[in-house]
C-alpha cells in the first residue's frame, strides 16, 4: 500500500488540466483527512514553472468547480539537494467538511457560519 497522497505519476507539462484535476480528487478522496501534498516536479526553467502553475490552475478552478469545499495552500520547505539548499514547493489541497464553523477533515480551519 502506499502512503497517502503519494501520486501514481508526476504532473507533466503536457497533462491536460481536466485529467490533472481528476488526479488530485482522486487523491484527495483516498486520503481520510481528505489531504493531498503534490510537490512540483522538476523543471527545466522558469518558463517551465510557469506553465505548470498555469496547467495546475486551470486544473484547480475545474476541481473546485467540481467541488466547492476544495481549498488549495502553496507550501514552501528547504530541501538539501547534494548537500545543497534548494528550495522546493508542494501544494497541498484538501477538501473541508463543515460542521459549526469547523473542518472535521482534521484541519485547523474556520469558518463563519450563516
Not at 13 to 40: F, G, N, Y
Amino acid at each position: 500500500m502506499r502512503p497517502f497522497g503519494t501520486p501514481r505519476r508526476q504532473i507533466g507539462l503536457d497533462d491536460e488540466p481536466a485529467d490533472i484535476a481528476a488526479w488530485m480528487l482522486e487523491l484527495v478522496d483516498e486520503s481520510p483527512d481528505r489531504l493531498a501534498i503534490v510537490t512540483i516536479p522538476p523543471h527545466r526553467d522558469d518558463d517551465d514553472l510557469d506553465a505548470m502553475e498555469s496547467r495546475f490552475i486551470s486544473a484547480y478552478d475545474i476541481a473546485k468547480a467540481e467541488r466547492p469545499n476544495l481549498s488549495v495552500k502553496l507550501l514552501h520547505a528547504l530541501d538539501l539537494h547534494n548537500g545543497q539548499p534548494r528550495d522546493r514547493i508542494a501544494v497541498a489541497v484538501h477538501e473541508h467538511k463543515w460542521v459549526a464553523g469547523q473542518c472535521v477533515n482534521g484541519c485547523p480551519d474556520t469558518r463563519k457560519e450563516g
